[in-house]
Structure formats: structure tokens, C-alpha cells
């Protein structure tokens, strides 16, 4: 019998059973220019994907792909919220004639001045003002930097200070002595952080802030939006798919809420990694 039936086999190969063939990976359709978009230099959003995307295929419920702009500007909506919550820059700025005014105490105390973007990458000049007369320059290797605190000093060292003004011997001793001066310095810098410079709990944060704003579109395609459950039946043969999704909530709400608990725990820390207290005595 059995030799019966593998010879049938072979006269008759279409009676054999095919191997199933493996499901190909889901791959998003790459665009260049999307990527070219992202606001933090180097980044790709599949690191975004690789983050938090791994086993789930973006598509909408009619088997379309999702586009890389939308994951982009969800990134790119996240850098802006991370810098708005923790009062920091992460893409880079280049800041030129930020306006600090002087105050005669702080030239005895190496000239502290908080800058207002942070982390600083570099300080290219610091100038004083009278008015809108430049009087002085600072010498690049007399500047002291804070980089990660946003904060720079004053200590001499060799040289001095290029002076500007010809009449400086008249206004420099009403500048020194004054305790007040608007508007008085200005610091042009570079301020922002390197993809490498990024700590990683960071980046977790950016990941998770832009993977909820995209989990809550995928969550309405699983078998469209609003659709708890869906049935067909053809010829006595029945097929039916629930989901976890409903009218008020989302297929992918647990996975979104576990994103946000995930973020207020990263909040925390990071706020704490960036703290500065800025005082004002009135």
C-alpha cells in the first residue's frame, strides 16, 4: 500500500502536499527625503521601529503601508516636547548675540552668566556693550564653559581683552563701576547634542513620546476605526476576529498606557539629570 501510494505521488505531483512557504518580514517602504527631515542629525526612524515596533506591521486595515513622513514628525514632535520639558536643546542651534545684561557684581565673581540653550557645544565669541557701542571683546581662552548646565565664567589668563572702542578710557571706568548695565554682554555659541551625546534614557523617552502618537492611528486599523469585532461567512463557512478595540479606546491603548508610565518614570530621571535652578531676588 504504501509503495502504492508514493508511486501515485509520483505520477501525480500536484496530489503531494506543498511545503508552506515562510512569511516574508514587513519592511516600510524607505524615503530619503523623509529621513533627511528628522531634526537630530544621524537618526533614522528605524531606530525608532527597531525601539518599538519589532513583531507589528504599520498598515492600515486595507493592507496600505504606513509612510516614513508620518513617523518624522512624530520624532521631530517629540524632540520638541523633551526640549520644552526639560528646558534643554537637542537639535543643534546656532545662536548668535544673545543679549545678557551686566551686573557690576558679577565682574568680581568671573562674570557667571547662565546662557539660555543648553547643553553648549562651543563658544565662538563674548562681547560687552554701552548702549549699542561694542567696547570690549573676550578673549576665546579666557572663557570657561559648563557645557551640560549651559554656563559660562571669566578667568584671565595670558593676554587681554581686545579693546574696541578708541574713547574706552573714558567709558570703561563708568562700565566697571556701574551695578547695572542693560544689555550689556552678548555671548554668540553653538548649543544642541550630537546623536552620540544623547544620554540613551533620552532617546528611550524621544522613542516612546513618538510611538504613542503612532500607536494611536495603528490601533484604529487593525479592522478599522471604531470596530471591536468583525464576521464573514460564505456558503456555511464562518471566520470571526475580535480585537481589543471600541469606540472610546484604541486597539493598541494598553501598549500606549504602558508607554506613558514608562515616560513619567523617565521624566523623573532625566529631570533631575538637567536640573538647573535659575533664581531671581526682587
Keep these: 500500500m504504501r509503495k502504492y501510494i508514493e508511486g501515485c505521488m509520483i ?27 528628522i531634526v537630530i542629525q544621524d537618526m533614522r526612524t528605524d531606530e525608532l521601529l527597531d525601539a518599538c515596533f519589532i513583531g507589528i506591521d504599520l498598515v492600515t486595515y486595507d493592507g496600505k503601508p504606513f509612510s516614513r513622513t508620518m513617523l518624522v514628525q512624530s520624532i521631530n514632535s517629540a524632540v520638541d516636547a523633551a526640549e520644552q520639558m526639560f528646558d534643554i536643546s537637542i537639535r543643534t542651534r546656532v545662536v548668535e548675540d544673545e543679549i545678557h545684561d551686566y551686573e557690576g557684581e558679577s565682574m568680581w565673581n568671573f562674570q557667571y552668566t547662565p546662557l539660555y540653550h543648553r547643553p553648549i557645544q562651543e563658544i565662538s565669541k563674548m562681547e560687552y556693550f554701552i548702549g549699542n557701542r561694542k567696547i570690549l571683546s573676550v578673549p576665546e581662552d579666557w572663557i570657561q564653559v559648563d557645557k551640560r548646565m549651559g554656563e559660562i565664567t571669566i578667568f584671565p589668563t595670558s593676554g587681554s581683552m581686545q579693546l574696541i572702542s578708541p574713547d574706552i578710557g573714558t567709558v570703561l571706568p563708568f562700565f566697571v563701576y556701574r551695578n547695572y ?99 531671581v531676588v526682587l
Excluded: C
Excluded at 505531483?13 to 517602504?29: D, G, Q, R, Y
Excluded at 551625546?197 to 500607536?215: E, M
Design 11 to 37: 505520477e501525480n505531483p500536484s496530489s503531494a502536499l506543498e511545503p508552506e512557504k515562510p512569511k516574508e518580514p514587513f519592511v516600510l517602504p524607505p524615503d530619503e527625503e523623509a529621513e533627511k527631515q
Design 181 to 279: 548695565m542693560p544689555m550689556g554682554i552678548k555671548v554668540s555659541y553653538v548649543a544642541g547634542m550630537k546623536k552620540e551625546q544623547i544620554p540613551k534614557n533620552l532617546l528611550d523617552w524621544i522613542y516612546k513620546k513618538a510611538a504613542i502618537s503612532i500607536f494611536e492611528v495603528w490601533g484604529d486599523q487593525i479592522i478599522g476605526a471604531g470596530i471591536a469585532s468583525s464576521s464573514i461567512s460564505i456558503d456555511g463557512l464562518s471566520q470571526s476576529i475580535g480585537t481589543t478595540q471600541s469606540a472610546m479606546y484604541g486597539g493598541a491603548s494598553a501598549r500606549i498606557l504602558e508607554y506613558r508610565k514608562d515616560l513619567d518614570e523617565l521624566t523623573t530621571i532625566i529631570r533631575k539629570h538637567f536640573a538647573r535652578f535659575d533664581a
